[in-house]
């Protein structure tokens, strides 16, 4: 099955800096890669995502590009501010029928220093 | 519009108690989709449902079981508590079967096996 790494796991970022998350993935037949962010005590909430026929997707101050020789994918988030501040995953998935679900990276805490 | 509501928020349960867990979707969300979260494990995928029919299923013992109702609301159970089910369970929605249009997680029920 798909197995998705991902880095740091641990970020901590002065306000107004940029931050990077990277993640890789295994399945060369996944072809969705959505990022989410989950606050203290709430569920994980869609931010961007990307699909295999693009390489790069912007959204304000959210980016993601998307390698799929190398099969990784990074979230950019600039001039970052305290609400930033939350744990963030990467998943992948073969979209469509048959998929069997997200599998998730073990997520990074982004730390916004004032 | 009401977001993906689980009840209850909290659960305790004795080992050996079995547990159902409740989750609306979002309205005209079809897909229901089930997932575990644990600190040492992240999120992991237990299985979707849409019209009805379980359509995917992840890596969980038969203990772990759903179903979905006419009105697309779902339900999870775990029969035969065990001290390791311990976990936030996040049900997510979205508009068809696998993950081309994205999850709208709940806040998920936190469940603890004493």
């Known amino acids: 099955g798909e197995n998705v790494e991902q880095h740091p796991s641990t970020l901590s970022v002065q306000e107004g800096d940029s931050a990077v998350i990277k993640c890789t993935y295994s399945?060369?037949?996944?072809?969705?890669f959505p990022w989410y962010k989950q606050e203290l005590g709430k569920g994980p909430q869609l931010i961007i995502d990307?699909?295999?026929?693009?390489g790069e997707k912007k959204d304000q101050r959210i980016a993601v590009t998307l390698n799929k020789t190398a099969k990784h994918f990074s979230l950019h988030i600039t001039e970052t501010q305290p609400e930033d501040s939350a744990v963030y995953f990467c998943?992948?998935?073969?979209?469509?029928?048959?998929?069997?679900?997200?599998?998730f990276g073990k997520g990074t805490h982004l730390i916004i220093q004032p | 519009k009401a977001g993906v509501t689980q009840t209850p928020r909290y659960l305790i349960k004795t080992r050996g108690q079995q547990v159902t867990l409740s989750c609306s979707p979002i309205?005209?969300?079809?897909?229901v989709s089930w997932y575990q979260q644990t600190p040492g494990q992240g999120l992991q995928f237990l299985f979707e449902?849409?019209?009805?029919?379980?359509?995917n299923k992840g890596n969980f013992p038969g203990r772990f079981s759903g179903r979905q109702f006419s009105n697309s609301r779902s339900e999870m159970n775990v029969s035969t508590l065990e001290l390791g089910d311990s976990a936030l369970y996040l049900c997510?929605?979205?508009?068809?079967?696998?993950?081309?249009?994205?999850?709208?997680f709940g806040s998920g029920t936190r469940l603890t096996v004493v």
């Open positions: 997510a929605s979205s508009l068809a079967v696998g993950n081309s249009y994205g999850y709208t």
């Open positions: 399945d060369s037949a996944s072809n969705y």
């Open positions: 990307i699909r295999s026929n693009v």
């Open positions: 998943a992948a998935s073969r979209a469509g029928g048959g998929a069997d679900g997200l599998t």
């Open positions: 309205s005209g969300h079809r897909s």
């Open positions: 449902y849409f019209s009805e029919t379980q359509r």
